[in-house]
């Protein structure tokens, strides 16, 4: 059915390519066709009409000292590695309609834990017609990985995520645009053998997303922008009674990618509203920030600050908070060598009491890297991690180690 919504989207922007007026501006005159200008010339290379960026990586090689952060019987230690190739494929037609599409198969490795390995795949197909001042975008994408899915999952589980979406783009003026967005994606679990956890049963839903967004441009790598949400979840286990609806009105700001300060700060308030009246609901702030800012040639500075609802799998509540904030640098010791450090804290807070008390989880994660570009495409980095979880019950306190490498190949 989807991949039908698919075809008659692209149809119907074909068709209105087609009779499209031909002259005007390249890629239009919004910032977010000048972004898909600045995307499809800084592709790695051309073949033919197809504009290619190709990315292969080798990450979190090393020895981790407990590979399911105490969620398994006992602490497993064991040599793992991620590795696979990402590909970037744009296909511009006339300057008014963009085919883009990512694809990124990643094989999981475990020397001893053979149950581990797998393979994740990430797809996404996207297309985007422009105009003189408008954007209208409409895609699908397809994971199927085995991760941590957040902070409350100890085990891997696999899930598959399939969505659509689509969005349309205004920019009336030099500093002024909207943009309203709709998604949809279903999630679906599997279970695993190591936990009691019914996944599927708790957590296979589907998700509906509407926003509203407003942006005004402060300076030319400056965005104000202040956004509306409305979003409902319908879970396929009606007697997991998680059934909701999402209300969010947030703000912040949006900085260019090639600026001194990097990334996007959004803090704002959400009411999660359980449709069972039984059940606890959500009110208060919440937040999705991530910034970076250049303050002397050889010195970055980061910041992090995430707060927001997730469902739970652990408790029959129907969410739990997660909470985390941190800050990083980054010293330049040279062109090519660069030392950087991180830190993080968090913390879980769940409404349900559980034995006569609420459970709480405060962890901390100090993170410290070495990374080498040993060409101009090409980056190797050494690194070392510590995770700690210390909870309220007892029994869910751990700690994890890693030591390992990364290489990134950029072609």
Not at 91 to 110: A, R, T
Not at 314 to 327: I, R, V
């Amino acid at each position: 059915m989807k991949h039908k919504i698919l075809c008659f989207v692209l149809v119907s922007l074909v068709s209105l390519a087609w009779v499209a007026e031909k002259k005007g501006f390249a890629y239009g005159k919004t910032w977010v066709g000048r972004d898909l200008e600045w995307q499809i010339k800084n592709a790695g290379f051309n073949l033919g009409p197809f504009h290619v960026r190709t990315v292969f990586m080798l990450s979190n090689a090393g020895i981790d000292s407990n590979i399911y952060y105490g969620g398994g019987p006992e602490p497993i230690k064991d040599l793992t590695f991620t590795a696979g190739p990402a590909f970037d494929v744009y296909l511009p037609l006339e300057k008014k309609l963009i085919f883009h599409i990512y694809e990124s198969p990643q094989y999981v490795y475990y020397k001893e834990t053979e149950r581990e390995r797998t393979w994740n795949n990430y797809f996404r197909g996207e297309a985007h017609l422009v105009f003189s001042r408008f954007v209208v975008s409409a895609g699908v994408g397809r994971s199927d990985a085995k991760e941590r899915w957040n902070t409350e999952t100890d085990i891997p589980i696999f899930r598959r995520e399939d969505s659509v979406q689509g969005s349309l783009f205004w920019q009336p003026a030099k500093r002024t645009s909207f943009n309203f967005s709709y998604r949809m994606a279903r999630y679906d679990y599997e279970e695993s053998s190591l936990e009691a956890f019914m996944y599927a049963e708790k957590l296979n839903r589907e998700e509906t997303s509407f926003n509203l967004t407003g942006y005004r441009e402060v300076s030319s790598r400056t965005r104000l922008f202040l956004d509306a949400e409305y979003g409902f979840f319908d879970f396929a286990n009606p007697a997991s009674q998680k059934n909701s609806k999402n209300y969010g009105g947030y703000g912040g700001f949006e900085f260019s990618p090639l600026g001194k300060i990097r990334g996007r700060v959004k803090v704002g308030y959400k009411y999660l509203d359980s449709i069972n009246p039984q059940r606890s609901d959500y009110r208060g702030i919440v937040g999705d920030s991530v910034i970076s800012a250049r303050l002397m040639k050889a010195l970055v500075a980061r910041a992090s600050y995430k707060r927001d609802v997730q469902f739970s799998v652990w408790t029959d509540s129907t969410y739990f908070l997660e909470s985390q904030y941190g800050a990083g640098t980054s010293l330049y010791i040279s062109k090519n060598i660069r030392v950087d450090y991180d830190y993080y804290q968090g913390t879980n807070d769940y409404p349900q009491e559980f034995g006569g008390q609420k459970r709480r989880d405060d962890y901390q994660i100090h993170a410290v890297g070495l990374y080498l570009r040993l060409q101009k495409d090409t980056a190797f980095g050494i690194i070392a991690s510590r995770w700690v979880r210390d909870s309220n019950l007892d029994w869910e306190d751990d700690d994890r180690d890693f030591v390992g490498f990364n290489l990134t190949y950029d072609f």
